[in-house]
C-alpha cells in the first residue's frame, strides 16, 4: 500500500507527464519499489482532481437515528423503567 507521500509524488508526476508509464519509472528509481497498477494510479490522480486531497475519507458507517426515533424509546423506557431491551427488539 502507498503511504501519502508515495502518493502524492504519483499524483504531481501524472499531472506534469500525463503519462502511467514514465510515472512508475521515476517512482521505481526514486523509491526502489514496485510501483502500484495504472488503474490506481489514475484513480488517486481523479480522486485528487474531484476531491482535492489524495486521503482517503472515513467510511460512513451507522446511519444516524432519528430524533423522533430516539425520543419515542425514551418515552417507552420512562414508562416501564424496568423493560427489557430485547423484547423491545424483537417487537419490531
Do not use: D
Not at 476531491?51 to 423522533?68: I, L
Request: hydrophobic share 35%; aromatic share 10%; with cysteine.
Amino acid at each position: 500500500m502507498a503511504t501519502g507521500a508515495e502518493k502524492v509524488f504519483y499524483v504531481l508526476a501524472f499531472h506534469e507527464t500525463k503519462s502511467v508509464v514514465t510515472v512508475q519509472r521515476q517512482f521505481r528509481g526514486k523509491y526502489g519499489k514496485t510501483p502500484p497498477s495504472k488503474p490506481a494510479i489514475r484513480a488517486w490522480y481523479e480522486h485528487f482532481v474531484t476531491e482535492g486531497c489524495v486521503c482517503k475519507h472515513k467510511s460512513v458507517g451507522r446511519p444516524p437515528v432519528s430524533t423522533a426515533t430516539v425520543e419515542a424509546v425514551r418515552q417507552t423506557f420512562a414508562r416501564s423503567p424496568r423493560k427489557s431491551v430485547r423484547p423491545v427488539e424483537n417487537s419490531k
